[in-house]
């Protein structure tokens, strides 16, 4: 298969640059406390409502449970200012055709599983060790989630993902593994590829320039999206990526020409970059 060359030189390979976030200006704050500070209260109230039903979350009820996700992944996409998605109907018509259980996203905010959920229901997704760090969170995605964390430093991680799969549960992977601009398609991770199964692939795009670098800025980006009136996210969608036999022999091979594919296919630039070259994780490598 024939794809574009969109290499790129080192000095264009800049996926983690990103706009200063000026928390306390006179703008930020009078923004947030006109329209942001509202929209908190009302996030924290949605949290506390639907907190309890954490508690009774179990495998037997993952339906009931992917309806509640999605009404309040739609609560905390307008809280945010994001009051639609744009995406085509073609690509809804792909996303409801497609049956594949591997499905890659993009990863540029802390709000895309809030996107996945609301087009793709019916998905659980892999979540990072920072997450499950939080124990209201833990507990409320104790059933929806695959938390990173000791079972991926001991490799059990791929083991607890084929069981999934082997169920039938189709699993979210945000393979470039951290936050970067959409634009940018880094090198991948390994999870998506190794049950050698058809990909969909779908591209999410926010349209600012405040990528979230990491859990260091979380908060001030929070409060900058937030105290936008209106936000703007799209998503666009691929067909499926069925791996050839040469690349299910060869996972080095099989992610490479995925990840070419999932460039061409959404005009992206490769780069020649991955998670280790992230700054927050570099900075956590130090310490």
Same mark, same amino acid.
């Given at each position: ?11 264009? =390979?800049?996926?983690?640059?990103? =706009? ?16 942001? *500070? ?9 949290y506390?409502?639907f ?11 993952f ?15 307008y ?17 409801r +055709?497609? =049956? ?8 540029? %905010? #802390? *709000?895309?599983?809030?996107v ?10 892999? $979540? ?9 969170? +833990? ?13 991926? !430093? ?13 169920? @039938? ?7 470039s593994?951290?936050? /970067? ?5 880094? +090198?991948?991770?390994? @999870? $998506? ?6 990909i ?7 349209y ?23 936000? !703007?996210? %799209? ?5 499926? #990526?069925?791996? %050839? ?17 999932? $460039?061409?296919?959404?005009?992206? !630039?490769? /780069?020649? +970059? /991955? ?10 490598? !130090?310490?």
């Amino acid at each position: 298969m024939n794809y574009m060359n969109i290499d790129i030189t080192e000095e264009e =390979d800049r996926p983690f640059d990103a =706009d200063e976030v000026r928390m306390w200006s006179v703008r930020t704050m009078s923004r947030f406390l006109v329209v942001g *500070l509202p929209r908190l209260i009302f996030l924290i109230l949605i949290y506390i409502f639907f907190l309890p039903f954490g508690f009774i979350f179990h495998e037997g009820n993952f339906h009931f449970q992917n309806i509640l996700f999605k009404i309040i992944s739609r609560f905390k996409l307008y809280v945010f200012g994001f009051f639609k998605i744009d995406i085509s109907k073609k690509d809804r018509e792909i996303l409801r +055709k497609s =049956d594949a259980q591997v499905i890659v996203v993009n990863h540029s %905010s #802390y *709000l895309d599983c809030c996107v996945v959920d609301l087009l793709i229901p019916d998905t659980k997704y892999i $979540a990072s060790e920072f997450i499950s760090k939080m124990p209201l969170f +833990k507990q409320f995605l104790k059933t929806k989630a695959i938390f990173l964390g000791n079972d991926f !430093k001991s490799g059990n991680i791929t083991d607890k993902i084929q069981r999934e799969l082997d169920k @039938g549960t189709r699993i979210v992977f945000f393979s470039s593994g951290v936050c /970067s601009r959409p634009e940018f398609v880094l +090198k991948l991770r390994n @999870g $998506a590829f190794v049950p050698k199964l058809k990909i969909l692939s779908v591209h999410v795009n926010y349209y600012d320039k405040f990528w979230v670098m990491g859990e260091q800025d979380m908060n001030a980006h929070i409060i900058n999206t937030m105290s936008s009136f209106r936000n !703007k996210v %799209s998503a666009r969608v691929l067909p499926e #990526y069925i791996p %050839s036999e040469d690349e299910k022999k060869d996972i080095d091979l099989f992610r490479e020409n995925y990840r070419k594919y999932y $460039a061409t296919g959404f005009g992206l !630039k490769l /780069s020649n +970059k /991955s998670y280790k070259d992230h700054p927050y994780y570099r900075h956590k490598m !130090k310490d």
